[in-house]
């Protein structure tokens, strides 16, 4: 089992910034990916971004260039860094793990309860 906790969100102005933060702890691999997603209200949740332990990072075309995931594997922490930030971006945004116990087995994947970024225009 795996407990994530979300922190870092809040209101901000049209192209302001702000950063999350994302603790795992409980039963971490050594070999995972962490990563963040949003979800706005009447939508789907989407991926925003992803990090991997071996330091491979995956974005949403709509977040390249603005938005930078860090992670500290010591630590089992990630961040996202959310720069030049827009209205459309409001929503409330959800730490995501996840881990195989082998190569052949399932994937597992969990969640966290999710922090509110709000950008006001």
């Known amino acids: 089992q795996v407990q994530l906790v979300e922190s870092g969100g809040g209101l901000v102005q049209l192209g302001g910034s702000l950063r999350l933060s994302c603790s795992a702890s409980g039963t971490i691999f050594s070999i995972n990916v962490m990563g963040w997603y949003r979800q706005a209200p009447g939508k789907q949740r989407e991926l925003v971004a992803t990090i991997t332990t071996g330091g491979s990072t ?3 075309d709509a977040v390249k260039g603005r938005f930078t995931i860090s992670g500290d594997n010591a630590k089992n922490t990630v961040s996202l860094q959310m720069n030049s930030l827009k209205p459309e971006e ?6 995501n793990y996840k881990h195989r116990r082998a ?6 994947e969990y969640w966290g309860q999710g922090t509110q970024v709000t950008v006001s225009s």
């Open 58 to 60: 995956n974005y949403a």
């Open 90 to 95: 409001t929503a409330v945004y959800y730490c």
């Open 103 to 108: 190569y052949w087995s399932r994937q597992d």
